[in-house]
Each structure stands twice: as structure tokens, then as C-alpha cells.
């Protein structure tokens, strides 16, 4: 199975900060023949289902605003949200879909400081 | 607007058959570019997927669940179902359905990323 481990479990920014979000998988996700990373991030507000964030590592999913953006390649990720609002305040998970089980990171909590 | 609704009992006993059903509205479940999951989240904890099914019925499963789960599609009444049997306290959790993004990996269409989930169900495990 491939591990992904997230970093930090829990992270608090000041309003309008960024906060950066890291991502490591046990092996590679990227498959060679199209040089797509199979990764995915998704936030969990308190009480609700997991929303698609990004996939195939840096994409953004339609309505997501653009103070989200996922870079890294490989075995290493970030999920970076430029300015941070209230409203952001979640547990975020990555996800990697190269290769079955189908595996999330830990979450990590992000507070407003 | 895709929409899916997870419904069942949301009281099981040990050693019985837990059996959910997500209803998707808006859309087809028989699209070629989509499978269905169920992904579980134990309270407190994180995400734990289960397996995915695409319209032809082709599965995905977890190989630790494997043994217990079942998942099935009904094009008809654009369905798809989880069971998952001998339950224990351990597979207390609430359980979401979603739409998967089906991608081509290599010759093959493997379930992607989860692109639209349901609101989850609490399932309790206790006699």
C-alpha cells in the first residue's frame, strides 16, 4: 500500500497569512507515460463531507478559489493557501489515486491563529 | 447539479450485514467517465476508502475489507450499493458515497479522485 503522511497534524495562521500544508507518498505517484501526479487534496469543514480541493496535484476544481494551489511531484506535495480566511478554517487531506488502496494522509487541522 | 444521497439503517448488530444505498440525482451513473465509491470515516478519525464500482459493475476494493464487502450497481434506478457483513465496532463509522473521476491508467480506466460526495450516514455497531 502506498503511505501518505501529511505534515503538520495541525497548524494555526493569522488571518490573511499563508499557510502551507505538506504531503509526502510512501512511493511515487506520478506515472511516467502521461507525467501526471495521481494526488488529490480535499478539505472537511466540522460536520460536513470531504470537498475536492485539486487534483492531479495542482489542478483546481472548478469554484475552488484561487488562494488554493497544490505543487510537488513525485513523492512530495503542498497544498498552499495564500491568504488565509475564516472561512478555510478545516481539516485537510491528500489523497493518492495511483494505485490501489485508494489512500489518504492523516489530515491536517488548520486554525486561525 | 450531481447529487447523491447515502440511505439504511443506521443501527447494525455485531455479526450482521450492514447495507447502504446511494441514490445519484442530476446525473447518470451509467457515464463512462465516472465510477461510485464508498469511503468511511470512523468518528474522529480519517478517511478510509472501501471500493469503487463502475456502471458495468467492475469493482475496486480495499483488499483489508475485501473479504466483507460487496459493491453493486443498479443502472435502472441509477444506484449503486455497498454491504459489508459480520460487522464488528470497529466498521462503526459515518459512511460517505461519491462520484469518482474515472482515469486512464495505462490501457486501463482505474477509479481517480472523489469529485462529489454525499452528505454521509452514521452507522452505530452495538447489540
Known amino acids: 500500500d502506498i503511505v501518505m503522511t501529511q505534515s503538520p497534524d495541525s497548524l494555526a495562521v493569522s488571518q490573511g497569512a499563508r499557510a502551507t500544508i505538506n504531503c509526502k507518498s510512501s512511493q511515487s505517484v506520478l506515472y511516467n507515460s502521461n507525467k501526471k501526479n495521481y494526488l488529490a487534496w480535499y478539505q472537511q469543514k466540522a460536520g460536513q463531507p470531504p470537498k475536492l480541493l485539486i487534483y492531479?496535484?495542482?489542478t483546481r476544481e472548478s469554484g475552488v478559489p484561487d488562494r488554493f494551489s497544490g505543487s510537488g511531484s513525485g513523492t512530495d506535495f503542498t497544498l498552499t493557501i495564500s491568504s488565509l480566511q475564516s472561512e478555510d478554517v478545516a481539516v485537510y487531506y491528500c489523497?493518492?489515486?495511483?494505485?490501489?488502496?485508494?489512500?489518504f494522509g492523516q489530515g491536517t487541522r488548520l486554525e486561525i491563529k | 447539479q450531481l447529487q447523491l444521497q447515502e440511505s439504511g439503517p443506521g443501527l447494525v448488530k455485531p455479526s450482521e450485514t450492514l447495507s447502504l444505498t446511494c441514490t445519484v440525482s442530476g446525473g447518470s451513473i451509467s457515464s463512462s467517465s465516472s465510477y461510485w465509491g464508498w469511503i468511511r470515516q470512523a468518528p474522529g478519525k480519517g478517511l478510509e476508502w472501501i471500493g469503487s464500482?463502475?456502471?458495468?459493475?467492475?469493482?475496486f476494493y480495499n483488499p483489508s475489507l475485501k473479504s466483507r464487502v460487496t459493491i453493486s450497481v443498479d443502472t435502472s434506478k441509477n444506484q449503486f450499493s455497498l454491504k459489508v457483513s459480520s460487522v464488528t465496532d470497529a466498521d462503526a463509522a459515518v459512511y460517505y458515497c461519491?462520484?469518482?473521476?474515472?482515469?486512464?491508467?495505462?490501457?486501463?480506466?482505474?477509479?481517480?479522485?472523489?469529485?462529489?460526495w454525499g452528505q454521509g450516514t452514521l452507522v452505530t455497531v452495538s447489540s
Open positions: 492531479w496535484a495542482s
Open positions: 464500482v463502475y456502471y458495468s459493475g467492475g469493482t
Open positions: 489523497q493518492q489515486y495511483y494505485s490501489p488502496p485508494f489512500t
Open positions: 461519491a462520484r469518482v473521476y474515472a482515469v486512464d491508467t495505462g490501457m486501463v480506466r482505474t477509479p481517480g479522485y472523489f469529485q462529489r
